[in-house]
């Protein structure tokens, strides 16, 4: 059989995610019964939820601003009048027998997620974003299935990708952007374990070079992005193997095991009609009001990626710090407000650094986050301008954060009680050096024979002459000069 990677040069996978968002609403889209993960089975329902006869919707309208955010934050096209319909199937954790989603007239369409790839920006076109409601859960135990109705009619938004992705890694990037971008909004809590993010991948393969795309199918239900990228990345290789093989994709729905890492035949794919969609006329049109939109647009934040850009370019931190610092809300925001308190050009690389290394480190190891950080962005920075200033050494900065950390002391006041201030005194340097150089006269002879590597020796003789606090510069500066190379 040809190897895959042969088969990659001449195949490109296209890749498009159906991403099911639980939105954060305290009650369901369409009736008042809680939303509580882990609430004892069936706690949760209502005769709206059951489907009883004679139960009317009445939808949610803070799952809409939730949708609106989104769709604002993905500048999508925001339809002014939407509309809900019915989508029928019959399956147990669904009473009603149908689904209420939107059809063809979603609330946001022709918007875009933007993903980092390999520390530059790709911008991915969004089909759609529109609300629906979950349905229950289904447990089969032995002979027996249970039925958990707690989640039907929790409120969703369904975003949907164009068929832009190309790789198992960039659709797992999608999710991640997608997570990373309704976190920041808090449009979910989007706790993975608890599925509050499900994903459908969409995956067919085609020449290089074709324009049309190949026949894709659909893998259901895919709840990691560990998951969506094992799973995709099977798909694709089944299918190369398949054509080159000489058979043929068939359009069909696919269910991933995670646990086998394989997946197997669901369903053929049903088509738009069999759901038998129509307007559901329990429900009148949902209007955006202008009102509400612009409420929407004036609370919403600088957005992560835009974020990554900014602090590359003009706060000069490197990408892959950039990446971390965006990963989470509370951090960019930490990090902007230490920059607010050192508007110094060029000193976002520094802070970067101190908060991504010394600061992150002391908060892992404690195992709490940064919002709980016992050290603010202005004391962090009063140690940043100690080491830029050259008052105390990057060494001794280190001590110094740990023990401000620890007990919440002034870093001047710690510097100033512990006379760790660094040497920066020339004629006082200059003593040390000669002091150290003549009581080494066999490595003095060796490093001035060519031996280079003994440099390293003579910095280490001055720092422990001065408990670490010689001005490492001029310390390089005064034994060159003193050893004459
Ligand atoms: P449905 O799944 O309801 O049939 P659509 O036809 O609107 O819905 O497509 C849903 C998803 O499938 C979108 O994310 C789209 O990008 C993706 N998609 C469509 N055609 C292909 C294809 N040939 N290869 C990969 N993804 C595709
Ligand atoms: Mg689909």
Not at 7 to 29: C, M, R, W, Y
Not at 349 to 361: C, D, F, H, K, S
């Amino acid at each position: 059989m040809t190897e895959l990677a042969q088969l990659l040069k001449d195949f490109e996978p296209v890749i498009g995610l159906e991403v099911h968002v639980q939105l954060a609403t305290k009650s369901k889209a369409f009736s008042a019964s809680g939303i509580e993960f882990g609430a004892s089975p069936n706690s949760l329902t209502d005769p709206t939820v059951l489907g009883l006869p004679g139960s009317l919707p009445v939808f949610n309208k803070a799952a809409l601003e939730l949708a609106l955010k989104l769709g604002v934050a993905t500048g999508s096209q925001i339809r002014a009048k939407s509309r809900f319909a019915r989508k029928h199937y019959f399956y147990p954790d669904q009473p009603k027998n149908y689904q209420i989603t939107q059809f063809d007239e979603p609330l946001c369409e022709n918007g875009h997620l933007d993903l980092i790839v390999g520390g530059a920006v790709k911008r991915v076109k969004l089909q759609r974003i529109h609300l629906e409601e979950d349905a229950g859960k289904n447990t089969h135990v032995g002979a027996f299935s249970h039925v958990d109705l707690n989640r039907a009619g929790v409120p969703l938004c369904e975003v949907v990708s164009a068929p832009e992705l190309t790789s198992s890694e960039e659709a797992a990037e999608f999710m991640r952007a997608l997570h990373r971008l309704v976190r920041w909004l808090e449009i979910s809590e989007a706790d993975m374990e608890k599925g509050h993010l499900r994903c459908d991948a969409n995956v067919s393969v085609r020449l290089r070079g074709e324009d049309r795309l190949g026949t894709r199918t659909e893998l259901k239900n895919i709840n990691s992005f560990r998951f969506v990228q094992n799973a995709i990345d099977h798909e694709i290789a089944r299918q190369l193997r398949l054509i080159d093989s000489g058979g043929r994709v068939e359009r069909e729905t696919r269910l991933w095991d995670a646990d086998l890492g394989q997946s197997a035949p669901m369903r053929s794919k049903e088509e738009a009609n069999d759901y038998r969609y129509f307007p559901d006329p329990d429900l009148p049109v949902m209007v955006v009001e202008g009102a509400l939109m612009g409420n929407i647009l004036r609370s919403l934040p600088e957005l992560p990626v835009a974020r990554f850009e900014r602090y590359q370019k003009i706060h000069n931190v490197t990408a892959d710090d950039a990446r971390t610092l965006i990963s989470d809300r509370a951090l960019a925001e930490y990090f902007d407000a230490a920059l607010e308190a050192h508007p110094k050009d060029g000193s976002g690389r520094t802070i970067a650094n101190w908060m991504l290394t010394e600061l992150l480190g002391a908060l892992n190891k404690a195992g709490i986050t940064i919002a709980q950080s016992p050290m603010p962005p202005q004391r962090l920075i009063s140690l940043v301008k100690l080491v830029e200033e050259g008052t105390i050494s990057g060494k001794i900065g280190k001590e110094i954060f740990e023990e401000s950390y620890r007990t919440g002391e002034d870093p001047a006041a710690i510097v100033e009680r512990r006379g760790v201030q660094q040497i920066s005194d020339e004629a006082m340097l200059w003593a040390v050096v000669e002091k150290v150089v003549s009581a080494s006269p066999k490595q003095t002879t060796d490093y001035q024979g060519g031996k280079d590597s003994l440099f390293g020796y003579f910095v280490g003789q001055v720092m422990k002459e001065t408990q670490g606090r010689a001005n490492p510069v001029m310390t390089t500066d005064l034994l060159r000069k003193r050893l004459g190379r």
